[in-house]
Nanobody, 127 residues
């Protein structure tokens, strides 16, 4: 069974850090681009970050540039999202998704969209 499972969410104070993990089972993430998305209450889902096959490209939404870092741990078949200097506006449910054979881009319009999605993990930034 092909599956993505997110973990690492929680409650953190503004300025704090969290590391989200997206672990794959049933397939190898090496051959997939991985995106992180978030959805805040009452708002549309937005793509936060992504990384292409072979790590050729990493991309971030402007609001998280300089604070979030996406990277792979191939040995663990996992992609992480390191989130530093968190702000209340980062609150939401974070989802990871995978798309096969995306080498040169991983955001914007993607024909067919991402293939596999996780169930989401809640991130709450509040004092």
């Amino acid at each position: 069974q092909l599956q993505l499972v997110e973990s690492g969410g929680g409650l953190v104070q503004p300025g704090g850090s969290l590391r989200l993990s997206c672990a794959a089972s049933g397939f190898t993430l090496d051959y997939y681009a991985v995106g992180w998305f978030r959805q805040a209450p009452g708002k549309e889902r937005e793509q936060v970050s992504c990384i292409t096959v072979g790590n050729r490209v990493t991309d971030y939404v402007d609001s998280v540039k300089g604070r979030f870092t996406i990277f792979r741990d191939n040995a663990k078949n996992t992609v992480h999202l390191q989130m530093d200097n968190l702000k209340p506006g980062d609150t939401g449910v974070y989802y990871c998704a995978a798309k096969a054979q995306l080498y040169y881009y991983c955001s914007g319009y993607i024909p067919g969209g991402y293939d596999y999605w996780g169930q989401g993990t809640q991130v709450t930034v509040s004092s």
